[in-house]
């Protein structure tokens, strides 16, 4: 099996690894915006949302640790990639210019990919392990989004999520070789796409609670 | 009209690899717009030496834009601010009276500094060699038509084997990879009937040369494919991409 620890170990390797896992993380954030556009519906219809995913049971656990294990995939080797790329360039220019080719997504990667790190970490202290006892989800996430610190922090991350995948999205499919004159255009479009998708989807929903509905 | 500029250049002098490097101020005066850039350095080197001071060590040979020797960063950019262009073929007309000029290395962990502007490429021959060879045989030229090659994929092999090993996509690129490099290679023999035999093979020899040579990770950035003097274009990168885990997941080599 030692051909399979040069496979992935090597630079393309890890490049695939972490397409791969952005590329599921993608997937799940289009599933956590169908379930958090239940928030449009009011208390009743999110809690009844979150009721009924919690009664899959142990398929949300299963879900839970695979998201667990790619997190943990995607940061360690994010962070060895971001390392051996920092190292490669032992003297750094005094000027650096850009022939055009990066974007503010592609040059930001390993930053917004920290900030969205540091930000899973208290999303998760503030909503998941929160506590039920006396509140239901709802009311938890609607406390917070009338927080105006909570509010603002909230959406700023998510234009930064937004920043990620924009480029993360079609650079998954080159990671993959899936770049063709025919269809590379269309790939490009829909990062584009799915980055507006994802910072409007997640960022108008808190704001829609703080202004529209009380809490 | 003749016309003449002015220019400040900020130039990176290093005596020797491993020795510390400074900027230096020098001006260019009255300089032809007519003139390339190498020629232009020339004229810097000449005042240099009548004055009795070391002159500017820069990598040149052919000074048409094949060769792949000269190169130096320009105000961040590989090459000077033209697309398409190496700096022994880049025109002072671009530059206006009264520039600065910041001119620097390449720089790369993989590329030391010999001298000035000068910088060891070998990093790009080890990754030729980890590639390998290719079975045709020696001898007079083989009949035209004995191998079909269709003219789409001799097209694409012949943008790729446009590169001409300058090291500008690894000084472009704000990871310092090789990947441009690589595909190019990769692509040029892999299109073809004469390159597929070994074509696992290379992949794989040579992406374990990259990664053993210092090289950074392609993040695809794309810098590479601004700059590259000859445009090679990433989709060289994903082929590349292919290749490898073909080699890996249906092929015996490892
Ligand atoms: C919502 C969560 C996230 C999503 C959807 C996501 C998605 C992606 C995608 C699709 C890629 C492109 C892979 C490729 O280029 O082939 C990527 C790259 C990257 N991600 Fe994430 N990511 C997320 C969270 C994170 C976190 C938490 C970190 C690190 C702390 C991170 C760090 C990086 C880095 C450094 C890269 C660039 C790797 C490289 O090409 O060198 N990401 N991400
Ligand atoms: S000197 Fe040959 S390419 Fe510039």
Redo the contacts with the bound molecule.
Sequence with gaps: MSWLFSFIWSSLGRKLLMALTGFCFCMFLVMHLFGNLMLYGGRDAFNGYAEKLHQLGVLVTVFELGLLTFGIIHVLTGSILFYQNFAARPVRYAVRASGGGQTLGSATMPYTGFLVLVFVVFHLIDFHFADRTNATIYDIVSTAFHDPFHLATYIFVMIVVAVHVSHGFWSAFQTFGLNHVKYMPLIKGLSLAFAFVVGLGFGFIPIYIALFRGQ | MKKSIDLTLKIWRQERTGEKGRFEIYRANTISQDMSF?EMLDVVNEELTKEGREPIAF?????????????AVVNGRPHGPEKGT????LHMRHFSDGDTLVIEPWRSRAFPVIKDLVTDRIALDHLIQAGGYISVNVGSAPEANSIPVSQHHSDKSMDAAAC?G?GACIAACPNGSAMLFIGAKISHLALLPQGKPEAARRAIRMVKAMDQLGFGNCSNITECQAEC?KEIKIVNIARLNREYVKAYLVSEEK
Excluded at chain 2, 59 to 71: H, L, P, S, T, V
């Design positions: 190498l990598d040149n040979d052919c000074r048409e834009g094949i060769c792949g020797m000269c190169g190496t700096l022994c073929q001409i300058c003097p």
